[in-house]
């Protein structure tokens, strides 16, 4: 799995002309809004982003914090804040958080001011990698459905400007990714969010894995929606294999099988159906039915 998202090539010619369009328009605008998936904030951050907005005020926007673990939440906003970074959390669909969103911009557009002899509304980019949710963030503004949105990452094309209700300038951007991950996990991590196509990787390799990370960090979540009796952990005997499990991954192919056997995902022949029990678990982490999920805490 590892060595496939590596070989992807994650820097085509769209890309480039992206980060070429931000530094383009960066001395457009008095303010930069990151958006991030509140689930994995490391991995949906984007150090190109970061590398080329230098210098400017930036709010971070926790999106689909609805389906992040609330207390790991609280304590990457209070990570952001101290980097000198405004920070929030909000349910783009929902419309959770936006009267905050509002009176920051607000305080904003008034620091601003102070320091112009002509008035402007506030002018504001939107950044972020592909299904972080820039486009649901943009039509919660707007009121209006003005950016293209869809379920698959990379929908939104080209440079749009658009105004918000309360007369503000918002630059939108089409996703960006960076050229390589210098760690495998950051890609999985975004397989398993959604923000890489399921087309280009082995979707049963990829939910084994989540079962692998769930089992380690949120068993009960895994047992309670799954309905299993317990979990197997690297070391314990194992039926189907007829030995004992010798790692993490054969303990989770284990749980997988069980997941199946739970679920009635069974091919003729009395065989594990694993690509649907695969495409279940990761639907199932997407959607929050498994229930609120952090992959990433601050202090790791």
């Not at 658009?162 to 630059?171: A, D, F, T, V, W």
């Not at 089409?174 to 760690?183: T, V, Y």
């Not at 010798?246 to 679920?263: C, F, H, Q, W, Y």
Request: charged share 30%; hydrophobic share 35%.
């Amino acid at each position: 799995m590892a060595e496939n998202i590596n070989n992807i090539n994650w820097y085509p010619g769209h890309m480039k002309k992206t980060r070429e369009l931000i530094q383009q328009n960066l001395k457009l605008v008095d303010l930069v809004i990151e958006i991030l998936d509140a689930r994995i904030p490391v991995s949906s951050r984007n150090p190109v982003i970061n590398e080329i907005t230098e210098g400017k005020r930036r709010i971070i926007v926790l999106n689909k914090s609805d389906l992040a673990d609330d207390d790991s939440t609280r304590d990457w906003i209070k990570n952001f804040r101290e980097e000198g970074h405004e920070a929030l959390r909000l349910n783009c669909n929902k419309g959770m958080g936006f009267k905050e969103l509002y009176a920051l911009l607000e305080k904003i557009q008034d620091e601003v001011n102070v320091s112009r002899t002509l008035k402007k509304p506030l002018r504001m980019m939107v950044v972020g990698v592909p299904n972080v949710g820039k486009s649901s963030f943009i039509n919660r503004l707007t009121g209006r459905r003005s950016a293209k949105t869809g379920d698959k990452p990379g929908v939104t094309r080209g440079k749009q400007w658009l105004s918000i209700e309360n007369g503000m300038q918002l630059l939108d951007t089409p996703g960006i990714l960076w050229p390589k991950f210098e760690d495998p996990r950051t890609g999985l991590y975004l397989a398993f969010c959604g923000s890489i196509k399921d087309e280009i990787l082995d979707t049963d390799s990829l939910g084994m894995e989540l079962i692998r990370v769930l089992t380690e960090e949120y068993p009960g979540l895994l047992t309670s929606r799954y309905k299993l009796d317990e979990l197997c952990r690297p070391g314990d005997y194992s039926e189907s294999l007829g030995r004992e499990t010798e790692d993490e991954k054969e303990a989770a192919i284990v749980n997988m099988e069980s997941i199946a056997l739970k679920r009635g995902f069974i091919l003729p022949g009395k065989r594990i159906n694993y690509t649907r029990t695969a495409e279940t678990v990761l639907d199932e982490f997407r959607a929050g039915t498994i229930g609120r999920i952090t992959l990433e805490k601050v202090d790791r």
